[in-house]
């Protein structure tokens, strides 16, 4: 089974982000890291080429640099190989450009299975795997937490506001995977040694046959009128709890007419 | 504003709150309000109408598809028919983000996501979206052609009567959805719950990594059903395999505004507060006393929740 998983690489989130004053969106000249959320669909597609006991995972990731930090990380994990779209011309790129440029360098992998996350941790747009699902012409299964292969088809479980619906789709698919629903492997120093020599095909949007006004700042579509510091919630009373706290809650409780 | 459609989501017969929200704000910003609706549309015509839409555009039955193909493939052919809104508003759900996405490609126009304000600038609509755990506004708007797309946050609008009569029920038609609309549903399973839902409670009580261990999450469960609320989670735990993702609050999760938020345990990520910084009242207990949670809340106990939080339930079954 052959699978790609959409990789996107991130500034840490430990570090406190910062809007670049010239174009208001986020810097992103730091180092980059695997977004914690696309471990999660990395693991998954190791468990099912590992269960088919053939095919390949290629992780597909876009940057304007030629980052491929995160990248390294998910193929120490045990990815096959790695497809790396670089390009100034994607500085500023928007959710419907990235799906564009994912779309069409999945479209070199020949791919049974796409698996993405269901949102990035930076951008939280949520919309690309539907987006670059559609640009394929390919059916989708979003919010999974358990992806079944059978046949040509994956049954997928997948979450909604009441529980979870079980949904059987013919491959090729895109499916979006919840984050904490497999536990990602730890990289090990053998698959760290390995992961250096794993190939790492670098491409430009040109080679995609993507133009440069459907990305970037122009391909947009969309411009940031404002941006300003939200209204600051004002801290409240702080105690230290001296073994008669709870009191203290049963009595804002009592306030608040909660009890 | 011209015509402003609003994607409503309903189960039960019954249309689901982020939908009379949206319509809420639709109202206030367009001189037509319309519904799309993926499915039967006679079912939820009073209740839409009575939320101000006058039109309900409605796919019929899906079947066991799901609706974002579907329902993206309709709307985009509507528009393509001529009978283009100005603008077409989407909750932030797992379906609205499908539809969006989808009807995103197929117009060639990108989603405003994320917003929690919507309002009217020199006639266009700008989108406000809370960034870096929601201490920046950044605001949006289209500057290309064509219709406008915003996936709004539950939570950001009151929903609200408008005493309109039943929304006409207009046939939205599916055109052939060749490969895209293969996905099939086989089963609905719904899990367990006791008491109130986690957005619509009024008390929420979340735990955090400060637990320790899974099996603790009991005791916020505990509380949670003491006073009558729902239990939350933080995302931390959630990854971690603790509490389902349906539990989760924050910008990844649900967004919550009871009117009162128990945190135990949670240092308070930015992606957490997102999710909850709206509350009405926010009691954190959390042992370190720089943990960026107690910047926000009304009480902050600096203590363990080990020994606070047995004691708070103890204290709150004694006076039951």
Not at chain 1, 95 to 101: D, E, K, N, S
Not at chain 2, 52 to 72: E, F, I, K, S, Y
Not at chain 2, 115 to 122: A, C, G, R, S
Request: one cysteine or more.
């Amino acid at each position: 089974m052959d699978i790609v998983v959409c990789v996107k690489q991130i500034p840490d989130p430990a570090d406190p982000g910062e809007l670049d004053p010239e174009t208001n969106t986020l810097k992103r000249d730091m180092k980059l890291i695997m977004d914690e959320s696309d471990s999660y669909g990395v693991e998954m597609a190791l468990q099912l080429r590992d269960a088919a006991g053939e095919g390949e995972v290629t992780l597909v990731s876009m940057a304007p640099n030629e980052e491929v930090n995160g990248l390294r990380s998910a193929l120490a994990m045990g990815a096959d190989k790695a497809i790396l779209v670089s390009d100034e011309a994607l500085a500023g790129t928007d959710a419907l450009g990235t799906a564009r440029v994912l779309a069409a360098a999945i479209g070199r992998a020949q791919a049974d299975l796409i698996l993405a996350a269901t949102e990035s941790s930076d951008g939280y747009t949520g919309t690309v795997p539907e987006q670059v699902a559609e640009l394929l012409s390919l059916p989708s299964v979003t919010f999974a937490k358990e992806i079944q292969a059978d046949g040509g088809e994956v049954l997928v479980k997948r979450q909604t506001e009441a529980g979870y619906d079980e949904v059987r789709c013919p491959l090729p698919a895109v499916v979006s995977v919840t984050a904490g629903v497999v536990e990602p492997r730890y990289p090990s120093f053998k698959g760290i040694m390995a992961a250096k020599s794993k190939p790492m095909d670098q491409v430009g949007i040109a080679d995609l046959g993507v133009s440069p006004d459907q990305v970037g700042w122009a391909g947009g579509g969309q411009e940031i009128t404002d941006v300003s510091p939200a209204p600051e919630r004002e801290a409240g009373e702080i105690i230290t709890d001296e073994g008669d706290a709870h009191e203290r809650i049963v009595a804002l409780l009592e306030e608040l007419r909660i009890v | 504003m011209g015509t402003i459609w609003v994607y409503a989501e309903a189960s039960g017969g019954q249309v689901a709150s982020i939908s009379l929200e949206l319509l809420a704000r639709a109202r206030e910003l367009a001189d037509t309000v319309e519904a799309v609706v993926g499915g039967e549309g006679e079912p939820v015509a009073a209740e839409l109408g009575a939320h101000g839409a006058t039109t309900v555009h409605a796919t019929g039955d899906l079947g066991n598809g799901l609706p974002g193909p579907a329902v993206a493939s309709a709307i985009a052919a509507a528009i393509e028919g001529g009978t283009a809104p100005d603008a077409v508003l989407f909750g932030t759900t797992y379906d609205g983000r499908d539809v969006a996405g989808r009807l995103s490609v197929k117009l060639g126009v990108p989603v405003i996501t994320n917003i929690v304000e919507l309002d009217q600038t020199d006639g266009s609509l700008v989108g406000t979206e809370p960034v870096f755990g929601g201490t920046v506004n950044v605001s949006t708007r289209f500057n290309g052609t064509g219709v406008c797309l915003f996936l709004v946050r539950p939570k950001s609008f009151t929903a609200e009567e408008s005493g309109g009569g039943p929304a006409a029920v207009s046939a939205l038609p599916v055109p052939d959805l060749g490969a895209t609309g293969a996905a099939r549903v086989v089963d609905r399973f719904a899990e367990e719950s006791t008491g109130p839902k986690l957005d619509e409670a009024g008390v929420v009580v979340s735990g955090g990594r400060g637990l320790g261990e899974a099996e603790k999450y009991s005791m916020i469960e505990d509380l949670a059903k003491l006073l009558g609320g729902a239990a939350g989670a933080s995302r931390a735990i959630v990854d971690a395999g603790w509490v389902p993702y349906s539990h989760q609050v924050g910008q990844t999760g649900k967004v919550v505004k009871p009117d009162v938020y128990v945190a135990c345990g949670i240092s308070g990520a930015t992606q957490h507060m997102v999710g909850m910084k709206g509350s009405k009242n926010i009691i954190a207990i959390n042992k370190d006393a720089e943990a960026p949670i107690f910047g926000i809340a009304d009480l902050g106990v600096v203590g363990d929740v080990h020994k606070v939080v047995p004691k708070l339930i103890e204290a709150l079954q004694a006076r039951s």
